[in-house]
């Protein structure tokens, strides 16, 4: 029997309905997923025999349910081998699947967030299809606690963003490094719990030294209130800025794909531009299997390569 009063949050719900689900109806691999772009991510898994670990990535366009989700499949499927759509497709040819079952879960805004699945090796009874009303309704029901989570969680960064005076840098009134750190952290454990995808982008002046040593350091904080006004211009109502050093400033794209990272990317320069500003902008998305702190790494690198190919463009043309 299931207890709906025992359920927390998402995680806990998915957790204890794939459980049930395989005490139910057997299967060896029950799993909770998210779609994002090409990337098919497991948040929970029940394994019993496949090699399936939570935050396991595979390729969406292989899987059986990005055909379920397009009709072109049942549901459930008892015998794997007899639809021709399945036996061949790409991960079959990975792993032994006898036996399907998919249903796609709603996000917010009724769009595709993932699906609750399960696979075995041995083909099931004719009879595995009465379930499916079972399976639905249940994958109705963490769908309702999905949508109420990530609310919540919007609403939990408007609370975050009311209460971080004591994170904000007086200059520009973005975050500090404290402020910035901490938010990562944050966000960071929703992107483990809910598969979000983010991005992140590091921006570094050209020039604030000069500035300063050749106009005052009026004029060089001057510039450093232009660039955080460009910047915040730039972004949306979610994404994360900061100000992480003197003359450079952090981004985080919340619910970023590759495409939003690289729109973030190009209005964050443009604005940069059309204000006169000179910056170096490096951007990385965030890997499901290395987390936020490892896109900031990059973010930062590459940054630099971004930095040394504008000294060296200046150089040539100066010579």
Same mark, same amino acid.
């Given at each position: 029997?299931?207890?709906?009063?025992?359920?927390?949050?998402?995680? %806990?719900?998915?957790? =204890?309905?794939?459980?049930? /689900?395989?005490?139910?109806?057997?299967?060896?691999?029950?799993?909770?997923?998210?779609?994002?772009?090409?990337?098919?991510?497991?948040?929970?898994?029940?394994?019993?025999?496949?090699?399936?670990?939570?935050?396991?990535?595979?390729?969406?366009?292989?899987?059986?349910? &990005?055909?379920?989700?397009?009709?072109?499949?049942?549901?459930?499927?008892?015998? =794997?081998?007899?639809?021709? /759509?399945?036996?061949?497709?790409?991960?079959? *040819?990975?792993?032994?699947?006898?036996?399907?079952? $998919?249903?796609? /879960?709603? &996000?917010?805004?009724?769009?595709?967030?993932?699906?609750?699945?399960?696979?075995?090796?041995?083909?099931?009874?004719? %009879?595995?299809?009465?379930?499916?009303?079972?399976?639905?309704?249940?994958?109705?029901?963490?769908?309702?606690?999905?949508?109420?989570?990530?609310?919540?969680? *919007?609403?939990?960064?408007? /609370?975050? @963003?009311?209460?971080? +005076? +004591?994170?904000?840098?007086?200059?520009?009134?973005?975050?500090? @490094?404290?402020?910035?750190?901490?938010?990562? =952290?944050?966000?960071?454990?929703?992107?483990?719990?809910? $598969?979000?995808? =983010?991005?992140?982008?590091?921006?570094?002046?050209?020039?604030? *030294?000069?500035?300063?040593?050749?106009?005052?350091?009026?004029?060089?904080?001057?510039?450093?209130?232009?660039? %955080?006004?460009?910047?915040?211009?730039?972004?949306?109502?979610?994404?994360?800025?900061?100000?992480?050093?003197?003359?450079?400033?952090?981004?985080?794209?919340?619910?970023?794909?590759?495409?939003?990272?690289?729109?973030?990317?190009?209005?964050?320069?443009?604005?940069?531009?059309?204000?006169?500003?000179?910056?170096?902008?490096?951007?990385?998305?965030?890997?499901?299997?290395? $987390?936020?702190?490892?896109?900031?790494?990059?973010?930062?690198?590459?940054?630099?390569?971004?930095?040394?190919?504008?000294?060296?463009?200046? &150089?040539?043309?100066?010579?």
């Amino acid at each position: 029997m299931i207890e709906l009063t025992t359920f927390d949050d998402f995680e %806990s719900a998915s957790r =204890a309905t794939l459980a049930y /689900l395989h005490q139910r109806l057997g299967f060896d691999l029950w799993m909770m997923t998210r779609v994002e772009g090409s990337d098919c991510l497991v948040l929970q898994a029940e394994s019993h025999g496949y090699d399936i670990e939570e935050g396991t990535v595979f390729r969406w366009g292989d899987s059986f349910c &990005s055909q379920m989700v397009l009709g072109h499949g049942s549901r459930v499927v008892p015998h =794997a081998k007899n639809v021709p /759509l399945f036996s061949t497709s790409p991960i079959a *040819k990975k792993v032994p699947i006898g036996a399907y079952i $998919g249903v796609p /879960l709603a &996000s917010t805004d009724g769009s595709l967030f993932g699906t609750l699945c399960a696979i075995d090796p041995h083909p099931q009874e004719e %009879s595995i299809r009465d379930e499916l009303p079972l399976i639905e309704f249940l994958a109705r029901l963490l769908g309702t606690i999905l949508i109420a989570d990530l609310k919540a969680a *919007k609403q939990a960064r408007l /609370l975050e @963003r009311s209460q971080q +005076a +004591a994170r904000t840098d007086v200059l520009t009134g973005l975050l500090n @490094r404290h402020g910035w750190e901490q938010s990562v =952290a944050t966000e960071e454990a929703r992107a483990k719990r809910y $598969g979000s995808p =983010a991005c992140v982008l590091i921006v570094d002046l050209d020039g604030l *030294k000069q500035t300063n040593d050749t106009k005052g350091h009026v004029h060089g904080d001057a510039l450093i209130r232009s660039a %955080s006004n460009s910047i915040r211009s730039a972004l949306r109502e979610n994404d994360i800025v900061a100000r992480i050093g003197g003359d450079e400033f952090a981004i985080l794209g919340i619910e970023c794909d590759a495409e939003g990272c690289e729109a973030i990317f190009k209005n964050v320069t443009n604005a940069l531009l059309s204000n006169g500003i000179s910056a170096s902008v490096g951007k990385a998305l965030r890997d499901h299997r290395l $987390g936020l702190f490892e896109a900031i790494a990059a973010a930062d690198r590459n940054m630099y390569v971004a930095k040394a190919k504008r000294r060296m463009r200046c &150089s040539r043309k100066n010579f």
